[in-house]
């Protein structure tokens, strides 16, 4: 049985091929989606969303362009997912998926996490200070 070459060389692109076959990159952490907190019927084809926050004036983004600052009112928002953004100076952003439906009018709060103090090297400052005042006395 005579092999060809080229066949070797495209069943080692095959085999190559079926060997990466698995290993896709890791995918994005996935974002949860938001419930309503209150739902009132609309007349049909008309959206409604408003949206709240623990916060006072946070900026709101949905899928990624800026819409206002909480508490904020949108009509007219064409049905579908979306991505909703809060955030807020001192705050962690939330990120969150919301559903405009149509003939629904939904009110989303957002609770946000104050974001964790920075660490200070106050400690280690006042412990190098310590340290070097009992050289001095020595």
Known sequence: MKICPSSVLILLLCALACS???TEPAAAPSIPL???EERELLPAR???VT???SAKNC?????GEYQGNTSLTLTALPPGLYHLRVEKQGYLPADYMI???EGIYQRYYVELVAEPAPATACGLEAEAAS???EAQIR
Do not use: M, W, Y
């Open 99 to 101: 559903e405009a439906s």
């Open 34 to 36: 938001l419930s309503s």
């Open 59 to 63: 900026r709101l983004f949905l899928n």
């Open 131 to 133: 340290t070097e005042q």
């Open 46 to 48: 008309e959206t409604k």
């Open 20 to 22: 990466c076959a698995g």
């Open 51 to 53: 949206f709240r926050a």
